[in-house]
């Protein structure tokens, strides 16, 4: 057990508790996502951002009444990258 198996730039905690919480649900809004994770609206745009360059996340727009709202869940991808990496931390862990 190495830990290059670990994808350091998904453990980061922000970017994982991120993971973590889109895993839980179909999908997120800004404000669950910010009440889930504690972040900020500028870190959870730039996380979201980086997640769904690297083709984790996808993220699309809904017209709710008025107001608009950005919606997140895992790409097909990200739910296999999350799973992953879950499973090489429980590994490493020895669970």
Request: glycine share 6%; aromatic share 6%; hydrophobic share 35%.
């Amino acid at each position: 057990m190495s830990y290059t198996e670990i994808n350091a730039h998904l453990v980061a905690p922000k970017r994982f508790v991120t993971m973590a919480h889109l895993n839980q649900v179909e999908q997120a809004d800004y404000p669950a996502l910010q009440e889930s994770t504690g972040l900020s609206v500028s870190d959870l745009s730039k996380i979201l951002r980086d997640l769904e360059e690297r083709g984790l996340v996808e993220i699309s727009k809904e017209r709710r009444t008025r107001y608009g709202a950005t919606l997140v869940r895992l790409s097909p991808q990200g739910k296999k990258t999350f799973g992953n990496l879950l499973a090489t931390l429980s590994r490493i862990a020895g669970h």
